[in-house]
């Protein structure tokens, strides 16, 4: 009998091991007679919580209606038998806050409680930090319509409004009337959950209405999605959505109630639906000062939907419109997340420190030799785009740990090797600023397995 304690003992450690990935971490939780083990966990935007069966028959359930369940608004429920015949549950976490989940023949003795703090689960960061005069198309912006007419080009200077972590990073980019249309692809197209797309925006003028930011699809130019409008409106500025074109649902405007030459901040929230293929649902939230921390309850115009058909979305695009409907405006500070923590919080808001550092630096990794995950640390004095790499000892990319626009501190951040051999790895650091200055450092890791 004591043999066989242990070794159940043994199979519940194993079972609590916590995996590390590139894009996350997965928790596992064991399901056994009577209880969740671990019952509390800690955890991050991004991390997939896994639980697997090891005896009796049970239920993983959260729907924040069943008696001792809750969850953050915006996050998915679910309710799944744990038992013989379904052994796993994964669970991908996108919202930030504390979940309480049950087993419902066993609650409420049978119980557990995941903590999540943000993470980063951008898609998509675009702060203009380029030399003023570049094109868009020369930073990873592909041009798809108005060929050279009104060529999107990096301005300066870039936006600020207080409390959003995109603020004041590099430049901005100037759209207009009509001319060329752009588009840039996110890190992974997706087509479940919540998405955020955040931006801030001055307006300069505006005519009869046209939109000029929208979604589309991984492989579409053309199925605009989300369109998000400005119009005069009797001397003041509205703003509006549709999902498609007019005839398939309607554009929704805000009253004249905005200032022209005045930043704002617009957060705009695409709910995939699936019960149809056309239910799918937008709302946009625009702000003035400051950003809640959490989602209000009540956007600013929404949800709206149309009869046009949901897709799978994977760019944004910048378009410039009909001459006698388009506004004219400086847009910047792009994010496209699955969490509003993430519109609200910096990339890396649970690692990086407030501090100022001294020096731009490129820690050595530790541990070192690691197996298979280990920890890199950089320090910046200054906002600036970073790229940070993993290579082969040929010289070939093996990871992309960050390439993106970051503001001066202390960062640290894990690599995991586990789909790696053994064998001497490098990790570069490069970043550039706003003024072409350049800071470059690689250093060697040691995978042994």
């Not at 991004?46 to 009796?56: A, E, L, R, S, Y």
Request: charged share 10%.
């Amino acid at each position: 009998m004591k043999s066989r304690n242990y070794f159940k003992l043994f199979l519940l450690f194993q079972l609590f091991v916590i995996i590390s990935v590139s894009n996350g971490t997965t928790i596992s939780v064991a399901v056994s007679n009577f209880q969740f083990t671990p019952s509390n966990v800690q955890a991050h935007i991004g991390d997939t919580i896994k639980w697997n069966w090891v005896d009796g028959s049970h239920t993983t359930s959260c729907d924040g209606i069943l008696p001792g369940t809750s969850l953050p608004q915006g996050a998915a429920s679910w309710n799944v038998n744990i038992n013989s015949g379904a052994q796993t549950y994964s669970y991908v976490i996108t919202v930030a806050g504390t979940y309480n989940y049950i087993c419902i023949p066993h609650a409420p003795d049978m119980a557990g409680v995941i903590q999540v703090s943000g993470g980063s689960s951008s898609l998509l960061d675009e702060n203009f930090n380029y030399p003023v005069g570049d094109s868009l198309g020369a930073h990873g912006w592909v041009s798809f319509s108005g060929g050279s007419t009104n060529t999107l080009m990096v301005t300066s200077p870039g936006l600020i409004y207080s409390g959003y972590p995109l603020s004041n990073i590099g430049n901005a980019t100037k759209v207009l009337a009509n001319g060329q249309d752009a588009y840039k692809n996110f890190s992974a197209a997706d087509s479940t959950g919540t998405m955020y797309a955040s931006f801030m925006i001055n307006v300069a003028s505006a005519q009869t209405g046209d939109y000029f930011f929208a979604f589309l699809p991984p492989t579409s130019t053309t199925l605009y999605t989300s369109r998000f409008y400005a119009k005069d409106s009797t001397g003041g500025l509205a703003f509006g959505i549709s999902k498609s074109t007019l005839a398939a649902g309607g554009i929704f405007y805000t009253g004249g109630v905005y200032n022209y030459n005045t930043t704002y901040l617009i957060v705009i929230k695409y709910k995939f639906n699936p019960g149809t293929t056309t239910d799918d649902e937008m709302s946009f939230f625009v702000f003035s000062s400051g950003i809640p921390s959490t989602e209000p309850g009540t956007p600013t115009i929404g949800p709206i939907t149309g009869t046009a058909n949901d897709n799978t979305l994977g760019r944004i695009a910048l378009r410039q419109g009909g001459t006698a409907s388009s506004p004219v405006a400086n847009v910047d500070g792009f994010r496209v997340a699955k969490a509003w923590s993430d519109i609200v919080t910096g990339i890396f808001s649970n690692n990086v420190t407030q501090n100022i550092p001294d020096a731009f630096k490129l820690y050595q990794n530790y541990p070192n030799p690691f197996n298979p995950v280990t920890t890199i640390d950089f320090s910046m004095t200054k906002n600036g785009f970073v790229d940070l790499t993993v290579f082969n000892s040929l010289g070939k990319e093996v990871d992309k740990l960050i390439s993106t626009n970051l503001a001066a501190g202390n960062y640290s951040l894990k690599f995991n090797g586990d789909n790696l051999g053994s064998g001497i790895y490098f990790y570069k650091m490069y970043f550039r600023d706003n003024d072409g200055n350049a800071f470059s450092d690689t250093k060697r890791l040691i995978l042994l397995k």
